[in-house]
């Protein structure tokens, strides 16, 4: 059975949808009074057991604290570097030429660089692009090391190591995709459908996301650079960086206010999304790319707490695949950090990815958008959606 009839057939368990968070939850409560796990409620879980000391008067034997805390680590990294999203949606329309003296001069720039970038990966030479694409690859999940600060001495807990996985990719324009993700055992299905943007875990179901279709970040660093060049495509030039051995043009892009709000949910508020692109003044190419997600959780009893999420990824080993330079190689390191308004404790939890790009092929043939259908829960409840 080839894989587009068997992804047409497929269906999830039922389970009770909740928005795909990016960020931790309160604890939301079901129409039952019960508690609705989230996939924020990963990272609150997983603070919780950081608390367990070895060597404290636990009634728990430690095999199984330190057998959940695993679970829970690979359950944080999944849920952070596994299938995060861009800050903004990719413009239905492409790059158009500018006038120079109707923009500032960040702009200018920014659309200059971004034309070099385009040049460098060859994307300028092919009109049109690519109408579809697959690819695989193998990643390394690091797990997570966490800083505790209480104000007067710091803590760091945790030890590093890693679990083995690997991935399978579909694209297909405009804005639909599809990302199979296996890890130690645990396999997460995301996709698009150009519409509603859904993720699957065996361990939260099927989750939608609010607010803009917005693109798998997996296919803005160095898979794609045609959906990379859109995505900066009103970007601003903040100046010049250096990035290891290379000086860079930075660039920086905003999720507008109105955007940003549509994600709200419950007593979680979306503060900022913003991405930094940093393009190689000596290849053109980026090498790059950052971004960060701040979001306050209001609390009736205590102060409101901040979530900042910054995933940095540096790309490399940029291969020609039917004349368009693609990034096979790169490295990723997420940052969670809690703090509150007045208290001076705060935590950050550290994890890193390392992958490898193994396929790429443009132009699939025998893909269509019917290879893309979000699960039937995901649809239903977007049709019951007023």
């Given at each position: 059975?080839s894989?587009a009839s068997?992804r047409?057939?497929?269906?999830?368990?039922?389970?009770?949808?909740?928005?795909?968070?990016?960020?931790p939850?309160?604890g939301?409560?079901?129409?039952?009074?019960?508690?609705?796990?989230?996939s924020?409620d990963?990272?609150?879980?997983?603070?919780?057991?950081?608390?367990i000391v070895?060597?404290?008067?636990?009634?728990?034997?430690?095999?199984?604290?330190?057998?959940?805390?695993?679970?829970?680590?690979?359950?944080?990294?999944i849920?952070?570097?596994?299938?995060?999203?861009?800050?903004i949606?990719?413009?239905?329309?492409?790059?158009?030429?500018?006038?120079?003296?109707?923009?500032p001069?960040?702009?200018?720039?920014?659309?200059?660089?971004?034309?070099?970038?385009?040049?460098?990966?060859?994307?300028?030479?092919?009109?049109?692009?690519?109408?579809?694409?697959?690819?695989?690859?193998?990643v390394?999940?690091?797990?997570?090391e966490?800083?505790?600060?209480?104000?007067?001495?710091?803590?760091t807990?945790?030890?590093?190591?890693?679990e083995?996985?690997?991935?399978?990719l579909?694209?297909?324009?405009?804005?639909?995709?599809?990302?199979?993700?296996?890890?130690?055992?645990?396999?997460?299905?995301?996709?698009?459908?150009?519409?509603?943007?859904?993720?699957?875990?065996?361990?939260?179901?099927?989750?939608?996301?609010?607010?803009?279709?917005r693109?798998?970040?997996?296919?803005?660093?160095?898979?794609?650079?045609?959906?990379?060049a859109?995505?900066?495509?009103?970007?601003?030039?903040?100046?010049?960086?250096?990035i290891?051995?290379?000086?860079?043009f930075?660039?920086?892009v905003?999720?507008?206010?109105?955007?940003?709000?549509?994600?709200n949910?419950?007593?979680?508020?979306?503060?900022?999304?913003?991405?930094?692109?940093?393009?190689?003044?000596?290849?053109?190419?980026?090498?790059?790319?950052?971004?960060s997600?701040?979001?306050r959780?209001h609390?009736?009893?205590n102060?409101?707490?901040?979530?900042?999420?910054?995933?940095?990824?540096?790309?490399?080993e940029?291969?020609?695949?039917?004349?368009?330079?693609?990034?096979?190689?790169?490295?990723?390191?997420?940052?969670?950090?809690?703090?509150?308004?007045?208290?001076?404790?705060?935590?950050?939890?550290?994890?890193?990815?390392?992958?490898?790009?193994?396929?790429?092929?443009?132009?699939?043939?025998g893909l269509?958008?019917?290879?893309?259908?979000?699960?039937?829960?995901?649809?239903?409840?977007?049709?019951?959606?007023?």
């Amino acid at each position: 059975m080839s894989s587009a009839s068997f992804r047409r057939k497929q269906r999830w368990s039922l389970q009770p949808l909740t928005p795909l968070m990016e960020g931790p939850d309160l604890g939301m409560e079901d129409s039952e009074g019960g508690k609705k796990e989230s996939s924020w409620d990963l990272i609150r879980d997983w603070f919780k057991m950081q608390r367990i000391v070895p060597g404290s008067n636990s009634s728990s034997p430690m095999s199984s604290v330190q057998g959940s805390g695993k679970t829970q680590d690979l359950r944080l990294l999944i849920g952070v570097l596994g299938c995060p999203l861009a800050p903004i949606p990719i413009p239905k329309k492409p790059i158009s030429p500018i006038h120079i003296k109707d923009i500032p001069i960040e702009s200018s720039t920014a659309y200059y660089i971004i034309q070099q970038y385009l040049a460098a990966t060859g994307c300028s030479k092919h009109d049109g692009g690519a109408k579809s694409m697959y690819s695989t690859g193998t990643v390394k999940l690091i797990r997570c090391e966490t800083e505790i600060s209480t104000g007067k001495n710091v803590r760091t807990l945790g030890s590093r190591s890693s679990e083995n996985g690997c991935f399978v990719l579909w694209q297909m324009s405009p804005g639909m995709w599809s990302l199979e993700l296996a890890v130690a055992g645990h396999k997460v299905v995301a996709g698009s459908d150009g519409k509603i943007v859904w993720r699957h875990t065996p361990w939260l179901g099927a989750h939608a996301a609010k607010g803009p279709q917005r693109p798998l970040r997996r296919i803005i660093q160095g898979l794609d650079p045609r959906s990379t060049a859109s995505l900066f495509g009103k970007a601003q030039c903040l100046g010049e960086k250096r990035i290891g051995e290379d000086d860079c043009f930075v660039l920086k892009v905003t999720a507008d206010r109105a955007a940003v709000m549509e994600r709200n949910e419950g007593p979680a508020e979306v503060i900022r999304h913003v991405l930094y692109g940093y393009f190689s003044q000596k290849s053109g190419l980026l090498i790059y790319m950052e971004d960060s997600h701040l979001t306050r959780v209001h609390s009736p009893e205590n102060d409101a707490v901040y979530w900042e999420t910054t995933i940095g990824s540096s790309i490399g080993e940029y291969r020609d695949v039917d004349g368009v330079r693609i990034g096979h190689q790169g490295r990723t390191v997420a940052t969670v950090f809690r703090f509150g308004e007045t208290s001076r404790h705060h935590t950050r939890t550290r994890m890193e990815e390392i992958w490898n790009i193994n396929d790429v092929v443009f132009n699939v043939p025998g893909l269509s958008s019917d290879s893309f259908i979000p699960p039937a829960e995901i649809l239903e409840a977007a049709s019951a959606s007023p």
